[in-house]
């Protein structure tokens, strides 16, 4: 959908409809209440019949208000107002959008977004509003043969800014925030992709599909015979069970001057896992296909930033592959060699991700980069610690967990912080190599990390675990787009906007 700005006169938009807020009980918000003026108290006769008390949820649909442009007023209940935060806002945008989206409307203007949310402003509702609408609009169909559309589906949302004091700010995050949604639209339709359809090499055409779209950006991507040349070992290992090549995606974004260091994203780009050897159980193994939400997720928030045109460099660095069990494929007690030289006796094959993302760790080395931030839907054990709600951060610099944190909770798209102390590092003692792939029972998360740590002693660098937040299992199931939100504020506040 396209957004737009919009000011002036409430009573003189003209729009199919226009949306308002109504607080409980009967309070029309301060742009409703100006719009009541100019239609000679219709919204106010209308609430005292008590059709609507202004309950969260309710809508009323009006139609030819005296005095005003619009074709149709649409009021919606925001609640008790000291009870209004950002999820109820969001369940609101959520719902009239797709009531908007099956009705009349192709147009409509959004009335809601300066109604007091918590400690939020107005750039950060606009945002919440886009990306909440985009939200309710999406639907994967790529691998539908037929396809319901709406018959007049709402193509346009005009955000109604009344201080003018503020349109620039508003101007901005309503540009940022489309950027960000085509960011997330493309994560969740690459995670979405079933694993016949997004292997490696598709994940890599997807890649240098970007690259042609945007000349700033430059695309390589390594085979498996450029990684041996690499001594990529433990991630090599991983493709050996598997018939598709690995590819190891480079997209590189010189958008900041040059010569200032880059950001580097590390995503895990899994495009199935079943475990390998340590085969996994049936049961919902197909979600596995969305074990490449963190490669996708660089993938989607490089193209927020070049939409962007953020002034940053920034590199992303995907290594692909699947983790399937043939008679090639890592077995347990395998011994392999990394890129950087530490051997890692591999315990249990379904311990993949790290494998993979310790070389490509090591690669980013030669990008001398200011932070390295990897995401991976790494865990079990982070689902069982954090949930569906939060992702799981551990870093070896404090500075940038604490960077990401709070661009995740400015975005509403939240990581927490555990431990990365040393206390857990013997868990990946082995008896046969450097370390071993796993770390027992427990603190599977942090362990992960700590084996992460072991490749990334020579940057700062931050690992998200996403494996709780990047989908939805059971009848909504479905790729999310997380964390795109939470990286494209780290790198807008990088970049001092
Ligand atoms: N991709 C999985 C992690 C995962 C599990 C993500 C469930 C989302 C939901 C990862 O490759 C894996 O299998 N991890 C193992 C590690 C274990 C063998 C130490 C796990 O979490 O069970
Ligand atoms: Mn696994
Ligand atoms: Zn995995």
């Given at each position: ?8 006169d ?5 729009t199919?409809c ?5 607080f409980?009980k009967?309070?029309l918000s301060?742009?409703a209440q100006?719009l009541d ?5 219709f919204?106010?006769?209308i609430l ?13 649909m009006?139609y030819?208000?005296?005095g005003?442009?619009?074709e149709r007023i649409?009021?919606v209940?925001?609640?008790k107002a000291?009870?209004l ?5 969001a ?6 959008v797709?009531g908007?989206?099956e009705g009349?409307a ?6 809601l977004?300066?109604v007091?949310?918590?400690?939020s402003t107005?750039?950060q509702?606009?945002?919440?509003t ?8 999406y639907r994967?169909t790529e ?8 018959q007049r ?5 005009g955000?109604f ?7 620039k700010a508003a101007?901005q995050?309503q540009?940022?925030a489309?950027?960000i ?7 969740k339709d690459?995670a ?5 359809i997004c292997?490696p ?6 890649a240098r ?7 700033e ?7 498996e ?7 990529m070992?433990?991630?090599?290992s991983?493709s ?5 090549p ?14 200032v260091?880059p950001v580097?994203?590390v995503?895990k780009?899994l495009?199935?896992?079943?475990g390998g050897?340590?085969?996994?159980p049936?049961?919902?193994m197909d979600?596995?296909?969305?074990d490449?939400?963190g490669?996708?997720?660089v993938?989607?928030?490089l193209?927020a930033?070049l ?7 920034l590199?992303g ?8 069990p043939d008679?090639?494929?890592n077995k347990p007690?395998?011994?392999v ?5 530490q051997t890692?006796e ?11 993302l310790?070389?490509?760790l090591?690669y ?6 200011a932070?390295?931030i ?8 982070c689902?069982v ?6 992702s799981?951060?551990m870093?070896?610099?404090e500075?940038?967990a604490g960077e990401?944190?709070?661009?995740g909770a400015?975005?509403?798209d ?5 431990p990365?102390?040393d206390?857990y590092q013997?868990?990946l003692d082995s ?9 027992g029972?427990?603190?599977g ?19 998200l ?5 990047a ?6 199931k ?5 964390p795109v939100?939470?990286l494209?504020?780290?790198l ?6």
């Amino acid at each position: 959908m396209e957004y737009s700005i919009k000011s002036g006169d409430p009573a003189k938009q003209r729009t199919a409809c226009l949306i308002l807020g109504v607080f409980s009980k009967r309070q029309l918000s301060p742009l409703a209440q100006q719009l009541d003026k100019a239609c000679k108290g219709f919204l106010q006769r209308i609430l005292k019949r008590g059709d609507m008390t202004g309950k969260h949820g309710q809508q009323l649909m009006l139609y030819d208000a005296p005095g005003v442009q619009a074709e149709r007023i649409l009021l919606v209940g925001l609640g008790k107002a000291r009870e209004l935060n950002r999820k109820r806002y969001a369940k609101i945008v959520t719902s009239v959008v797709k009531g908007l989206n099956e009705g009349h409307a192709i147009e409509a203007v959004w009335g809601l977004c300066e109604v007091e949310i918590d400690d939020s402003t107005l750039p950060q509702t606009i945002r919440e509003t886009v990306l909440s609408a985009e939200e309710s609009l999406y639907r994967f169909t790529e691998t539908k043969s037929e396809v319901k559309k709406p018959q007049r589906p709402l193509k346009r949302l005009g955000l109604f800014v009344h201080d003018r004091r503020h349109l620039k700010a508003a101007q901005q995050a309503q540009s940022h925030a489309q950027a960000i949604a085509d960011g997330v639209k493309l994560t969740k339709d690459l995670a979405n992709l079933p694993g016949n359809i997004c292997t490696p090499g598709y994940l890599a055409d997807q890649a240098r599909k970007l690259g042609r779209e945007h000349s700033e950006l430059k695309v390589q991507i390594l085979d498996e015979e450029q990684m041996a040349k690499l001594a990529m070992g433990a991630l090599l290992s991983v493709s050996r069970g598997s018939s598709q090549p690995a590819k190891l995606i480079i997209m590189e974004y010189q958008g900041g001057r040059p010569g200032v260091k880059p950001v580097v994203l590390v995503g895990k780009g899994l495009t199935f896992d079943a475990g390998g050897i340590s085969l996994k159980p049936s049961a919902a193994m197909d979600e596995m296909k969305y074990d490449m939400c963190g490669g996708a997720s660089v993938i989607g928030a490089l193209k927020a930033c070049l939409e962007m045109a953020l002034p940053i460099n920034l590199i992303g660095v995907v290594p692909a592959s699947e983790n399937l069990p043939d008679g090639d494929a890592n077995k347990p007690g395998d011994v392999v060699t990394s890129m950087s030289g530490q051997t890692i006796e591999i315990l249990n094959t379904d311990a993949e991700g790290r494998l993979m993302l310790c070389d490509a760790l090591t690669y980013s080395e030669r990008f001398e980069p200011a932070v390295v931030i990897d995401i991976a839907t790494l865990t079990g054990a982070c689902v069982v610690a954090l949930g569906h709600q939060t992702s799981g951060l551990m870093a070896n610099n404090e500075t940038l967990a604490g960077e990401l944190l709070s661009a995740g909770a400015h975005v509403g798209d939240r990581a927490w912080q555990l431990p990365l102390w040393d206390d857990y590092q013997e868990q990946l003692d082995s008896n046969f190599a450097d370390m071993a792939n796993i770390g027992g029972k427990g603190a599977g998360a942090i362990t992960a990390a700590c084996f992460l740590s072991r490749y990334t002693k020579k940057f700062k660098w931050a690992h998200l675990d996403i494996a709780g937040t990047a989908w939805r299992s059971g009848t909504t199931k479905g790729a999310t787009g997380r964390p795109v939100p939470l990286l494209a504020q780290f790198l807008l506040k990088r970049c001092g906007l």
